[in-house]
């Protein structure tokens, strides 16, 4: 039997219960096969695998779990949906810090980080900016090693990135305030654009399937705020505190 | 109104079948095409399609702001369509003309889709020679995608409907991830800014403007 290949990995299952281990598994569910050629984890597998951990699988364009109709759901106030997203900048500004000057990267993928690390501070400081005294606590982070391995590193990112775009795009249509939709909305093209510059970095110039392109989608769907916080719950960079 | 079920969100596949249902179906959007296909707007234009009345109350800058959205979405799918035509284009640029064109096709289509009625003929272009060179090509697709973006964003907080809102934001970023394409494929920065600026209707019209691609 051939060994599970690691990378590239369009899909990213993240997943973990209170009483499992947090891991974050490389799966290429199209990858994986036995030494007949079948594939041993179909994408249904994975899906209702995703489903059955209660974990969610982000990154390579595939839904979290459950159908985000996030517009109609008018759950979250601009308060809520603001200190999640403080954390998920604050964090992300972290992780990417890390990264940059953990050693482990160079060329293009420490371009990256550098770059990143940079916007995702603009972004921390522009939502601290916007929920002001409201602010919630910020719990410690534990990145987990990972910002000191390259593949897992480069895997993580892109699931960070996609998510982003998601919990933006589905926390848009259920804020209030229109200087906070705008505000998201300068946010959230720059997510997308580091979301296609990592797909670069990890599946080349010239991948043929889409979800492996920059763009994989003719549109990026929105989730829900719930399900943006089960993801981020999901990774174990927040193991105190709440999400 | 059915909710998609995560056998229908198949991202492999999704994207073909859904643009052989746009393009087979000869009459744009179908209720099929929008639940089954690579329609990842999703909830939002799913709920659009599953509910005639909400078109019918739609407001008239909301209309105005469809109208704006498909006059870029046809100059766009022009553009990548004269490109590939021309065929100077290969490797990279070429599977980046070949996708953000079928996105673009595909934008087209669900414009023209919500707007019924009001959807505005695609006027005819000319892209004076930017289709002729790799050199070229490059250059004006990041301007255009560059400015497709800054127009959804500007144009977002003024629209009235929430689902209309949802979906606008659903094509935004995948403009912004086109950008960022093609300016990693020229060898430049993809992401340079924190923060990425609106343009107002006014500003994105002066732009395309001074282009001369849009005739009469």
Known sequence: ?243 | MNELTLEQVDVDGALREGAADLDESGRGLTRAGLLGGGLFGGAALAAIAAEPAAAAKRTKGDTRILQFALTLEYLEAAFYAEAIRRGELKGERLLFAEVAGAHERIHVRTLKGILGGDAIKQPSFDFRGTTGSSAKFTKTAIALETTGVAAYKGQAPRIDSDALLAAALTIHSVEARHTAWILDIAGRNPAPVGLDKPLTKKQVLAVVAKTRFIQG
Do not use: C
């Open chain 1, 1 to 243: 039997m051939r060994p599970v290949r690691v990378l590239p990995a369009p899909n990213v299952a993240v997943k973990g219960t209170m009483s499992e281990p947090i891991t974050l598994e490389l799966v290429d569910a199209d990858a994986v096969m036995d030494s007949n050629g079948r594939s041993e984890l179909s994408r249904a597998d994975l899906l209702r695998r995703a489903a059955v951990t209660g974990g969610a699988l982000i990154g390579g364009g595939v839904l979290l779990t459950g159908v985000p109709k996030a517009f109609a759901q008018g759950s979250g106030t601009d308060l809520e949906i603001l200190n999640f997203l403080l954390l998920n900048e604050t964090l992300e500004a972290a992780f990417y810090a890390e990264a940059a000057k953990s050693g482990a990267l160079k060329g293009k993928a420490l371009a990256f980080a550098r770059q990143v690390a940079k916007n995702e501070a603009v972004h921390r400081d522009t939502v601290k900016a916007a929920v002001g005294s409201n602010a919630r606590a910020i719990p410690p982070f534990d990145f987990k090693g990972i910002p000191n391995d390259r593949d897992k590193f480069l895997v993580t990112a892109l699931a960070l990135e996609d998510g982003d775009v998601a919990a933006n795009n589905g926390a848009g249509p259920l804020l209030s305030s229109k200087a906070l939709l705008a505000a998201a909305g300068s946010i959230v093209s720059v997510e997308a654009r580091q979301a296609a510059w990592i797909r670069r970095i990890v599946f080349g110039n010239t991948p043929k399937q889409a979800n492996r392109q920059p763009a994989p989608r003719p549109f990026d769907p929105g989730i829900t705020l719930a399900q943006a916080k089960a993801a981020l719950r999901s990774t174990g960079f927040v193991p105190q505190g709440e999400v």
